[in-house]
């Protein structure tokens, strides 16, 4: 059942989803609080100056430091714009990233990470879509020149943001060190803790993006969710390999080192074996990730012949995760507490796992308990909740209507069972999403851009199993009858001459007379799936 109309409520120019008595809930139960995350970095910076929270190789990000370049970042942006505007980072896990969160922070403004592998397409759409004002890019990552990139995608747009270039020729757009030698002394904005701080866009299940909005205090509630549930203590480190762009990478780099004492060591490129001198000379205690992670990091470990014996827990989630991954990992690592969790952008860790290497056999074969969340199996066992995490709507109130039933409950499009009481499982998917390597891909954007081909009649892009990712997309095409269908090669060339992203390209294309539809015409994916995989 869809959501009926919730009460919305303005702040900071935004208009959010408010319910009134979750608000009071999570006030009255601690979850939510007046203080942001700007207080905790003045706070840290004056009684632990030298403390660092982020670590790139051998640069250190201190209290101190971050604070004083957070604070010359927020007068750069508040010389250009008001507070609640949007400023957008697309880059690599890199230290700035930090700097440039904090400064939104401080600045009042609303931060949009976004992945660095995304292209013209995806990013054009973003950025007009949440209305960014300034766009953080690096000069040249993994071959793309993300400066011309950006010249494009300005072309396109009524209203273009600043674009600003890290580490390396700046050209015709603004250098980031530039930033710092501006002179500014505008008064920082006083901060509502309700105000939405972050916008994160994740696939839509109809093909455009959706912006997924959160707040200061429902981040405030995920990061104390899990300073209670996952053997966090002041002084531990997390390794961050995953995205800082994706809402897991963003809370253990920004939001934990200031909220629980810890410190993020970052790593640009997830490398299993580069990453065992780094457990062993920062004692890495944390680490989360997909199930390729997870299985690349048991191989190294067992090639370098270490149990890990600092790892306290290993949180795997975002793909399929094999229990028997979760047993061997447990049996394997000296005494990390290795768990399987669930989550969304818009419910982050709804299930906080099995904290508990008694009890291994619930780690590996379910989701594990909900947290903070309220969780339920509403119609077709579809998961649903609600809880002080979750978001307080989408950009594009639109978006909201399908999302949410009558009680207020986010629907997340994926099947559930209970287990022994109150274990989760995630049986399967309503909503038509890959996950690949931990990121979601959408079908029907896909689907939309080849159906273009001469050759395609019909088209739709299904989810396989796959050792390696987890799982791959496979296009099943219906071709026009006396043209040549498109193969592999030219899917890839069409949609990287579309800008999209690599990671959305189908892996495998099969050609077949028709597809299966049910009575009302709608193709039937499951039945593909049946046929493709022979299950």
Known sequence: MAGTAPARREIAGRSIRWDETRARAAYDDGWWCKQTLADLLREEAATNPDRVLVR?????????????????LA???????????????????????????????????????????????????????????????????????YGAMLARVAETMDVPPEVVILRGEAGEHTAYDALF???????????????????????????????????????????????????????????????????GGSIYAFEMPLMLGTTCVL???????????????????HMAGATPFLEQLLAAARDAGTDLPDLKLFICGGASVPPSLIYEASDYFAKACVSRVYGSTEVPVTTTGVIDRTDVKHAAETDGKPGIAD??????????????????????????????????????????????????????????????????????????????????????????????????????IVP??????????????????????RFKIPEQVEIWDSLPKNEAGKVVKHKMRTTLTGE
């Open 56 to 72: 790139e190789g051998a640069i250190e990000v201190t209290a101190a430091g971050l604070l004083a370049r957070a604070n010359k």
């Open 75 to 145: 007068q750069a942006m508040l010389a250009r714009m008001e507070p609640g505007s949007a400023v957008t980072f697309m880059l690599p896990n890199w230290h700035e990233a930090a700097e440039i969160y904090l400064g939104a922070t401080l600045a009042g403004m609303v931060v949009n990470p976004v992945l660095p592998s995304l292209r013209d397409h995806d990013l054009g759409f973003i950025l007009a879509d949440v209305g960014s004002r300034m766009v953080f890019v690096p000069s040249d990552f993994r071959k793309c020149d």
């Open 181 to 247: 030698a501006e002179q500014g002394n505008a008064a920082l904005p006083e901060l509502e803790a309700d105000a939405v701080r972050m916008i994160m866009y994740t696939s839509g299940t109809t093909g455009s993006p959706k912006g997924v909005m959160h707040t200061h205090n429902t981040l405030h509630a995920l990061i104390r969710q899990l300073g209670q549930s996952w053997l966090i203590e002041p002084g531990d480190k997390y390794l961050v390999p995953s995205p800082i762009s994706h809402i």
């Open 267 to 285: 790593m640009e490129q997830w490398n299993a074996v580069e990453a065992m001198p780094i457990f062993t000379s920062e004692r890495i205690t």
């Open 375 to 476: 969780v339920r199996l509403g119609e077709a066992d579809e998961i649903c909740m609600k809880g002080p995490q979750m978001l307080v709507g989408y950009s594009n109130p639109e978006a909201d209507e399908k999302a949410f039933d009558a009680d207020g409950y986010y629907r997340s499009g994926d099947q559930g069972q209970w287990i022994d009481g109150d274990y989760l499982v995630v049986s399967g998917r309503i909503k038509d999403i890959i996950i690949r390597h931990g990121e979601n891909i959408a079908p029907k954007e896909i689907e939309d851009l080849l159906v273009e081909h001469p050759g395609v009649s019909e088209i739709a892009i299904v989810g396989l199993p796959d050792e390696r990712t987890g799982e791959r997309a496979c296009a099943v």
């Open 480 to 501: 026009v009858a006396g043209q040549t269908p498109p193969d592999l090669a030219a899917i890839r060339a069409l949609l990287d001459a579309r800008g999209v992203a």
